[in-house]
């Protein structure tokens, strides 16, 4: 089994340099946080409050998750692509709410595991090291300043042609990144076991270099 865990906040950039990391080593991508994002769009969409954790439960149980390989690569929610629909800032924070229900992370965290072992991957989320293959050696915690991330996400949004409030963005950041780290099951954290990046003043591929330079370190 071969997976590389990249951990770490949002805005630093995981999604992006985890998929080209899986390309240069040649293994799946296997986007977790799109996972919660998924269900936290269900449950928005059907009307369900993301602290009903019974509710969402049966939500992560029902839905029908893939990951469609592709450049780029697609989520589909029981069979409808929803790639762009699940990046918005409504969803992240039902993603962060959805992500610190108990039973939700259990069926998820099942899931991910079996792509995983299936034919190993390249895993990117909040607690991939430490939870769900807390055995692989390939651990990354990539983080940035809060302003950078904030930044990021910014022009991100401007870029798809949305009206947003830079101040509100970082606000919404630092909220997530409180959610995310005091929840009591798999918050955001690392230990001795990672390597960590700081990304805020280093470029994409720079950040892809060192994983998979250190990946194939230690595998040889």
Request: charged share 25%; hydrophobic share 40%; net charge negative.
């Amino acid at each position: 089994m071969n997976v590389v865990a990249i951990d770490g906040p949002s805005g630093v950039g995981k999604s992006t340099v985890s998929k080209l990391v899986a390309r240069e080593l040649g293994l799946p991508h296997i986007d977790t946080g799109a996972m919660y994002r998924a269900i936290g769009l269900a449950a928005l969409r059907n009307g369900i409050d993301v602290r009903d954790v019974d509710a969402l439960e049966q939500l992560a149980q029902q839905a029908d998750i893939e990951f469609v390989p592709g450049d780029p690569p697609r989520i589909l929610l029981n069979g409808e692509d929803v790639t762009g629909l699940i990046r918005t800032p409504e969803v992240s924070m039902a993603a962060s709410h959805v992500s610190a229900a108990t039973p939700v992370r259990r069926v998820l965290v099942r899931l991910q595991q079996e792509l995983g072992r299936r034919k190993g991957g390249v895993l990117d989320g909040r607690d991939i090291g430490t939870k769900v293959f807390p055995e692989t050696p390939h651990k990354f915690f990539l983080t940035a300043r809060p302003e950078v991330r904030a930044r990021r996400r910014y022009d991100e949004l401007v870029s798809k042609g949305e009206t947003v409030d830079f101040n509100a963005v970082l606000a919404e950041s630092v909220q997530r990144d409180e959610q995310d780290s005091t929840r009591a099951d798999s918050p955001l954290t690392y230990d001795a076991s990672y390597s960590v990046i700081d990304t805020s003043d280093l470029t994409i591929p720079q950040v892809v270099d060192r994983i998979v330079s250190a990946v194939r370190t230690n595998l040889s």
